[in-house]
């Protein structure tokens, strides 16, 4: 079992930046493939951006690439998204979830484990 904790989330003005992190526990945490996923009210969850085992592969959706940053330090055990340029409609709450397969996924229900999300509000 892995218990996923995400921090960092806000009200921030449009144009303006984020971090968020994300903290597991349980297994190794080098053994999972680590995914960012937000679901807006009404809408459902979509895929955000994952990062491989060793952090050396990345995925981002189309709509956060090149704004938005993943990565990982396996010796905190911690995921972090960095999220600058925000706009209103990135506003969602935001989810990690880890995966153990090998390959990056951007589909919700390959991933075995969820955090409780935290909430990501952008002003205009």
């Known amino acids: 079992q892995v218990q996923l904790v995400e921090s960092g989330g806000g009200l921030v003005q449009a144009g303006g930046s984020l971090r968020l992190s994300c903290t597991t526990s349980?297994?190794?945490?080098?053994?999972?493939?680590m995914g960012w996923f937000r679901q807006a009210p009404g809408k459902e969850r979509e895929f955000v951006a994952a990062?491989?085992?060793?952090?050396?592969?990345?995925d981002y959706a189309d709509s956060v690439k090149g704004r938005f940053t993943i990565s990982r330090i396996n010796a905190k055990n911690t995921v972090y998204l960095q999220m600058n340029s925000l706009k209103p409609e990135d506003t969602a709450v935001y989810y990690c979830?880890?995966?153990?397969?090998?390959?990056?996924?951007?589909?919700?229900?390959?991933?075995?484990?969820w955090g409780q999300g935290t909430q990501v509000t952008v002003s205009s």
């Open positions: 979830a880890a995966d153990r397969i090998l390959k990056l996924e951007r589909t919700s229900n390959t991933y075995d484990f």
């Open positions: 990062i491989s085992r060793a952090g050396t592969s990345t």
């Open positions: 349980g297994r190794t945490f080098s053994n999972y493939v």
